[in-house]
Each structure stands twice: as structure tokens, then as C-alpha cells.
């Protein structure tokens, strides 16, 4: 653990949840406020949770805008004419994202400081993983509107192929409930093992600091592994060892802030079928194979 980070990382005691190791210039979604609040993740909503909302009625700018103020790249996967609604949903969230972006500028005249800065919005869906019943996407990418550091972007589409539609989820078993526990679980454990594994050593700070570090590290990845609807958003259905075989098992993310300092990433859990399958709607009990 480098002195920066371990520093970075101490110094969250009271802001165990989105706010650690929050930069303290990022910009708000008004123009005019940018630049004023702490900075907060961009996450986009993954589509699978709800149905796309409604593009409104302020102009889109391209996917490969660029002006003076701002530039804009967004890449996408070319899919058959069949999985209509998962580029749909890819489009609506992209042109959601674009419109949020801009209106989220600083106004240069309000921000003189801004004036001769060019923002950045980056946005990569890229086919995560498929098998015969369901095609993943995953929406990475960065907002950056003037906070110290840009914004990671992370979202997931899960598409059934048989159903022919978005699915979130709690969508795959009978008893999400139970099944949000075991994955938390897993999950927890996993992460807990790896976290501490990079927790600092003896020498790398005071006694005090490393045990603050310890302790905020657990609460916050207690917080955001909890089995709630919100923290178990994104996910990809893993693809087999051959393009016709069943998943063997679940990738949760989980975004930056959420179960780790900014400064940790994103970070990801592989889990495998075995833990969930005996949870899953009649439905979707071939999709998956436990080894």
C-alpha cells in the first residue's frame, strides 16, 4: 500500500459510503452549480431494472460530438435485428447520458476558470458474454465536467434471448430475497478476503491509521454489499466453456465507491451457479450449470 493511497483511504471516517475519498470540486447535474459539490460516481442506471425512459425533447448531441467545450465519444456493439430491445435500451441510455453530460457543464460565463477547458464524455457498450438464453453488455466509461477526477461510468444490460426482453436480477429467481442473500454473502466474503490482502502493513502508516483503515474498510464494504435490489444493479451473465453450454455462474460489479475507495476501481466477483441455482425460476434452471 503506497503512503497516498493509505492516507486517501484513513482519512474516511466519516464518510463510509459514497462520499470516501470524495474530490472536492466535481460538478452537480446545474450548470451553474458545477464545479461546487463534492464529486459523486456516474452510474447509469442498467436499463434491465425498468423500461427505458423517454428521450426528451432537448437536442441529442452525436456520438462522436466534438466542440470547443466538449467532446463526446460513444461506441457500440452491432447486434442482428432480433435483440432490438437491448439496443434500443443501449440507445436511450447513451442519449440520456449525452444530454445529462452537457446540461451538466459549467457555464463559462458564470465559470470564467472553465472557459478555455474541454470536458469529456466517454461511454463503451462492449458484449461482455453470451450463451443460448441470454447476451450480457457492459456500459463502461468516464463523465468528466470539472471535478478533480472524472466520473466512472458502469452499467450492465442482461437480454433474455428467449423472452426477448431486458432482465434484471431478481428477475432470475423465485425468491429474490433469499438469493440477493446468498450472493451478498459470497460476495462479501470474497471481497473481504481481497481487500485485506492489500490492507497496509506494518510500517506503511501508524498503528492508529492501518487500524482506521481496517475499520472503515469493513463498514464500507458491509454498506455496500448489503443484499438490497440497488447494489446487486450490475451484473453479466458468464458465457460457457462452448458457445451452446449453459453459464456456469454470475459476475457481479460493483462500482467504484461502493464496496471500496475510488482509488481500489471497480471491483468485480465471480460467482458461480452452484451458490444460486437451487433459487432459480423453473424457467431459467437449464440456462445455468453448477459444477
Not at 456516474?42 to 423500461?51: F, L, N
Not at 452537457?102 to 472557459?115: G, I, S, T
Not at 473481504?192 to 463498514?219: C, D, F, H, Y
Request: glycine share 4%.
Amino acid at each position: 500500500m503506497k503512503p497516498a493511497i493509505l492516507f486517501c483511504v484513513a482519512s474516511m471516517a466519516a464518510v463510509l459510503a459514497l462520499g470516501a475519498c470524495q474530490q472536492p470540486s466535481a460538478p452537480s447535474s446545474s450548470a451553474s452549480a458545477s464545479a461546487a459539490r463534492a464529486s459523486t460516481p456516474v452510474i447509469s442506471a442498467p436499463a434491465a431494472t425498468s423500461t427505458p425512459a423517454s428521450a426528451s425533447t432537448a437536442p441529442v448531441p452525436g456520438d462522436h460530438a466534438v466542440t470547443r467545450h466538449y467532446k463526446i465519444a460513444v461506441a457500440m456493439p452491432t447486434l442482428p435485428a432480433v435483440d432490438k430491445p437491448l439496443v434500443d435500451a443501449m440507445r436511450t441510455t447513451a442519449d440520456n447520458a449525452k444530454r445529462d453530460f452537457v446540461q451538466a457543464l459549467p457555464d463559462p460565463k458564470a465559470l470564467p476558470e472553465f472557459a478555455n477547458r474541454q470536458f469529456e464524455l466517454r461511454l463503451d457498450f462492449k458484449l461482455a458474454a453470451q450463451t443460448p438464453a441470454f447476451l450480457s453488455v457492459r456500459e463502461t466509461g468516464m463523465a468528466d465536467t470539472g471535478g478533480a477526477h472524472p466520473n466512472p461510468v458502469e452499467a450492465a444490460f442482461v437480454f433474455d434471448r428467449k423472452a426477448g426482453k431486458l432482465i434484471a436480477l431478481d428477475d432470475l429467481f423465485a425468491d429474490a430475497d433469499a438469493a440477493r442473500r446468498a450472493l451478498a454473502n459470497f460476495a462479501h466474503d470474497a471481497l473481504l478476503k481481497k481487500l485485506m490482502a492489500n490492507a497496509p502493513k506494518p510500517g506503511e502508516g501508524s498503528p492508529e491509521a492501518i487500524r482506521e483503515w481496517k475499520v472503515n474498510t469493513a463498514q464500507m464494504l458491509d454498506d455496500g454489499t448489503k443484499p438490497t435490489t440497488v447494489n446487486y444493479s450490475v451484473f453479466v451473465v458468464r458465457a460457457g466453456a462452448t458457445a451452446d453450454a449453459p453459464s456456469p455462474g454470475l459476475t457481479l460489479v460493483f462500482p467504484p465507491y461502493q464496496v471500496a475507495p475510488y482509488v481500489y476501481g471497480t471491483q468485480r466477483v465471480e460467482v458461480p451457479a452452484s451458490v444460486f441455482t437451487k433459487l432459480l425460476k423453473p424457467a431459467y434452471a437449464s440456462d445455468f450449470a453448477a459444477n
